[in-house]
């Protein structure tokens, strides 16, 4: 299980393939300097709402793996992923879609979580 933080302070759990996906969305919007809103719903424990942050190219973000190795790369999800971060709700976590095919690592430019 993962970590997303955002500027220090808010930090939710993410299963590493998810974070991943989610990574890859993020850095790609950011990097055309492109804002947009992130929200997830919060866990029981933090009260089981729904937290929203605005992301923007000056942004603090950390994607922090548990796992030493990045999960595989399904196109078919990064395009959902960015789907949602286009409209004007934000970015929000879709579930994978079932029988898409994965290929390997893309190349973010960033060194594999050891």
């Not at 949602?84 to 994978?96: D, Q």
């Amino acid at each position: 299980m993962g970590k997303f933080i955002y500027e220090g302070v808010t930090k939710v759990d993410v299963e590493d393939r998810a974070l991943h996906h989610l990574q890859l969305v993020i850095t790609a919007k950011l990097r055309r300097g492109e804002p947009f809103a992130f929200s997830w719903k919060d866990d029981r424990s933090t009260g089981d709402g729904k937290t929203t942050v605005w992301l923007h190219p000056q942004s603090v973000i950390v994607f922090k793996y548990f796992g030493s190795r990045l999960p595989a790369v399904n196109p078919a999800w990064v395009d959902a992923l960015a789907y949602t971060a286009n409209n004007a709700t934000g970015l929000y976590l879709v579930h994978e879609p079932v029988g898409s095919a994965t290929t390997g690592n893309i190349d973010m430019g960033l060194a594999p979580a050891t």
